[in-house]
């Protein structure tokens, strides 16, 4: 559950991250499969930058979209990964991480997100409960039922990234996985604390690292 979990949330990460930077064309970095022109890191003064801020791609990319910059996405340069998580928790973890450097190097792609997969999603969940209790024609549950049912053709089209163990529980259980998504989004609220590696960074409301304990 964990381990699949962790590959349901790295894969609408890449995806989300695909959209971003060649639809939306937002100047977006993630994971160690980067690089940037020398003379440009020097102008840049990138590290000076980076040694203040708790990650090196999502602060990266705040530092090219403030100066104008774009980012090109090679998909050649991306590569599966050899593990993942195995528990639910450090699967939640893992992406609460992921969308804590969004919300503090990248705040409008956070609002987004906030709005596409957090109100919606909490307008889906409570749908469901909500009508069950009340006297709705019956049509009205069919509004969860094809999220649900989304939610799956969306898992199996990601069967496609790469070979994934047990892909029919991977498929059926995706509602669940996107739910674990919902409330690790959550947490991200009013959260100024990440932990990454067995060290916790205190940053301020604009990313900078103004706190570490090991």
């Not at 349901?8 to 939306?24: D, E, G």
């Not at 909500?130 to 053709?153: D, H, K, R, S, V």
Request: proline share 3%.
């Amino acid at each position: 559950m964990g381990e699949l979990s962790h590959i349901f949330l790295n894969s609408f990460t890449y995806t989300a991250f695909t959209y971003a930077s060649s639809i939306y064309r937002s100047s977006l970095l993630w994971g160690g499969s980067i690089a940037i022109r020398y003379k440009d890191f020097k102008k840049l003064n990138v590290i000076k930058k980076w040694s203040n801020m708790v990650v090196d791609d999502t602060s990266l990319s705040k530092i090219l979209r403030d100066n104008q910059h774009r980012t090109v996405m090679i998909p050649a340069t991306l590569c599966q990964s050899q593990s993942s998580l195995q528990t639910i928790q450090k699967s939640s973890n893992w992406y609460v991480r992921q969308i804590m450097y969004l919300k503090l190097y990248r705040r409008q792609l956070w609002l987004t997100v906030l709005f596409f997969n957090f109100f919606i999603y909490t307008f889906i969940y409570f749908w469901l409960p909500f009508t069950a209790f009340t006297n709705q024609p019956t049509y009205y549950y069919l509004i969860p039922i094809i999220y649900i049912f989304g939610e799956m053709y969306t898992a199996y089209l990601y069967l496609y990234f790469a070979p994934i163990k047990s892909p029919l529980k991977f498929v059926l259980l995706a509602p669940f996985f996107k739910l674990i998504q919902f409330i690790s989004f959550s947490r991200t609220f009013f959260l100024r604390t990440i932990y990454w590696g067995g060290i916790t960074y205190t940053t301020d409301s604009q990313g900078r690292v103004n706190n570490i304990e090991r």
